[in-house]
């Protein structure tokens, strides 16, 4: 087990459990709120959540790495 490929793919979890919620709760909320069109609205949140799944999917990757459930070419 690979220690520092585990603590990023715990931190990058971390960060996407917290930007995931964290961002669905303090903006993405208070923005369906405001008076902000639908259109830039929607590509917003879209973009935001897109970002959310990028972060879940290195977090998985870093944690493959971590323990070395993928093997090199050798």
Known sequence: ???P???AGLLCALAAVVHGVGG???TLRPLAASGLPE???????AV?????????A???L???LALAVVSGGD
Do not use: S
């Open 62 to 64: 870093l944690l493959l």
């Open 48 to 56: 935001w959540h897109l970002f959310t799944l990028h972060l879940a």
């Open 1 to 3: 087990m690979n220690l």
């Open 39 to 45: 259109v830039p609205r929607l590509e917003l949140k």
């Open 24 to 26: 669905e709760l303090t």
């Open 5 to 7: 490929w585990l603590l």
């Open 58 to 60: 290195c977090a998985g």
